[in-house]
């Protein structure tokens, strides 16, 4: 079965009202592959700014963060009413830098995850080993924990509702890419791990997005690995480059 292409862009916490209306507008305005899945994930108090701008073209829009509620007493987090109610559909979840700067454990991100899927969101779960995880042969079983999380919580029915978007911690933000031979052998093992965990269906379906200092040079080969499925790109989606990232099947 073909996997539909998908690209995410991460913008981090960075933006403003003026550069976010102009990274949406010229996303908008550019001839982008329309078999590609555009996701970019914005700052909460921009995504009623960047949906709006984004309705009706085929970028669409995530918040980086949800909790666990719908609403209540709990200071500084936003949940998925929130972010529906503000034109979006998707989260981002388990990002590693919610995992390594803030503590975020992977019960509590499955649970998010949970929760975001029970109230209408589409998950881009994020995992990915250390750099010295890789380095003491723990890649597998770090990822496969950070998976297993995720499968405990949720139904295979809900799988249809989530991405996974594969990070090595190592390749973020630090221009140095996986090869695509060594993101490939990962991404091909994630697939026996979804068998093992949950089906060989949801194996075969759910998009595995490989993520880490992809680049307009980098992307082409990367892209071409058979179980790749796109890319979640945090620095270049903030530059001119992202289209091409997203043209990358052309
Ligand atoms: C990210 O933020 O998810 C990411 C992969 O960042 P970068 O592309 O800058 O490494």
């Not at 999380?149 to 996986?178: F, H, M, Q, R, S």
Request: with cysteine; aromatic share 6%.
């Amino acid at each position: 079965m073909a996997r539909t292409f998908f690209v995410g862009g991460n913008f981090k916490m960075n933006g403003s009202k003026e550069l976010i209306t102009k990274l949406v507008g010229d996303l908008k305005a550019a001839k982008l592959d329309s078999s590609v899945e555009v996701v970019i994930a914005v700052p909460a108090p921009y995504i009623d700014l960047a949906s709006s701008i984004a309705k009706g073209s085929q970028v669409q829009v995530a918040a980086e963060n949800c909790y666990v509620k719908n609403s209540g007493a709990f200071t500084g987090e936003i949940s998925p009413e929130m972010i529906k109610d503000n034109g979006s559909n998707w989260v981002v979840l388990g990002h590693s830098e919610r995992r390594h700067i803030f503590g975020e454990k992977d019960a509590l991100i499955a649970e998010k995850a949970k929760f975001a899927i029970e109230n209408g969101l589409k998950v881009i779960y994020c995992i990915g080993e250390l750099k010295e995880e890789r380095e003491a042969n723990k890649t597998m079983e770090v990822n496969t924990v950070q998976i297993e999380a995720l499968a405990k919580v949720i139904k295979p029915e809900d799988w249809k509702n989530v991405v996974i978007a594969y990070e090595p911690v190592w390749a973020i933000g630090t221009g140095l890419t996986a090869t695509p031979q060594d993101a490939q052998d990962v991404h091909k093992e994630l697939r026996v791990v979804l068998t093992k965990l949950v089906n060989a269906d949801v194996a075969e379906k759910t998009q595995i997005l490989y993520g880490g200092s992809v680049s307009g040079a980098t992307c082409v080969e990367l892209g071409a690995q058979p179980d790749i499925d796109g890319f979640l790109v945090g620095g270049a989606s903030l530059k001119p480059e992202f289209v091409n990232i997203i043209n990358t099947p052309q």
